[in-house]
């Protein structure tokens, strides 16, 4: 589970139930254990899609080594809503939650009100929730080695 504690040091909201209602957020957090973290958020509110893209580095501050905020299209929303269809993502069982060296693939999901939590570690390439954080992660541009995947 995602602290309050943990948000607050890398600048991200928390995704509280109460405020939801008027909107729909997916957040994939993604802690490797030989490369920086990455955090991909989007957010749709009454219509206006935003993405934030944040990689950190693997220091004790988890200082910030590159941050994107950017406006999504119609378009790209709706493919990412086709995908959280697509992959079941509100009715998913994670399979792997944990593991010693690898990665820790989180993803929250938000809609109007409900609330969910996946994690996978070291889903493999098929897996649906690795799927999804894919797509997240070809929408953030960031540009990754394939050894960075895992």
Same mark, same amino acid.
């Given at each position: &589970?995602?602290? $309050?504690t943990f948000l607050? =040091?890398?600048?991200?909201? &928390? !995704?509280?139930?109460?405020?939801?209602?008027?909107?729909?957020?997916?957040?994939?957090?993604?802690? =490797?254990? !030989?490369?920086?973290?990455?955090? %991909? *958020?989007?957010?749709?509110?009454?219509? &206006?899609? *935003?993405?934030?893209? $944040?990689?950190? $580095?693997?220091? +004790?501050?988890?200082?910030?080594?590159?941050?994107?905020? !950017?406006?999504?299209?119609?378009?790209q929303w709706q493919?990412?809503?086709?995908?959280?269809?697509?992959?079941?993502?509100?009715?998913?069982?994670?399979?792997?939650?944990?593991?010693? #060296?690898?990665?820790?693939?989180?993803? +929250?999901?938000?809609?109007?009100?409900?609330?969910?939590? %996946?994690?996978?570690?070291?889903? #493999?390439? $098929?897996?649906?929730?690795?799927?999804?954080?894919?797509?997240?992660?070809?929408?953030? *541009?960031?540009?990754?080695?394939?050894?960075?995947?895992?």
């Amino acid at each position: &589970m995602i602290n $309050k504690t943990f948000l607050d =040091r890398v600048q991200e909201p &928390m !995704f509280d139930k109460k405020i939801s209602f008027n909107c729909e957020a997916y957040r994939f957090i993604w802690t =490797r254990t !030989f490369h920086n973290l990455i955090i %991909l *958020r989007v957010v749709n509110e009454a219509g &206006m899609v *935003r993405f934030s893209a $944040k990689e950190l $580095k693997r220091d +004790e501050q988890l200082s910030l080594a590159r941050h994107e905020v !950017f406006e999504v299209s119609a378009e790209q929303w709706q493919s990412l809503i086709d995908e959280v269809e697509k992959h079941g993502l509100w009715s998913y069982e994670p399979t792997r939650k944990g593991g010693i #060296d690898g990665a820790h693939w989180q993803l +929250e999901c938000l809609r109007y009100g409900q609330f969910q939590e %996946l994690q996978e570690w070291c889903p #493999d390439q $098929k897996n649906p929730l690795r799927q999804f954080c894919m797509s997240l992660l070809t929408l953030s *541009r960031f540009e990754l080695e394939e050894s960075e995947i895992y």
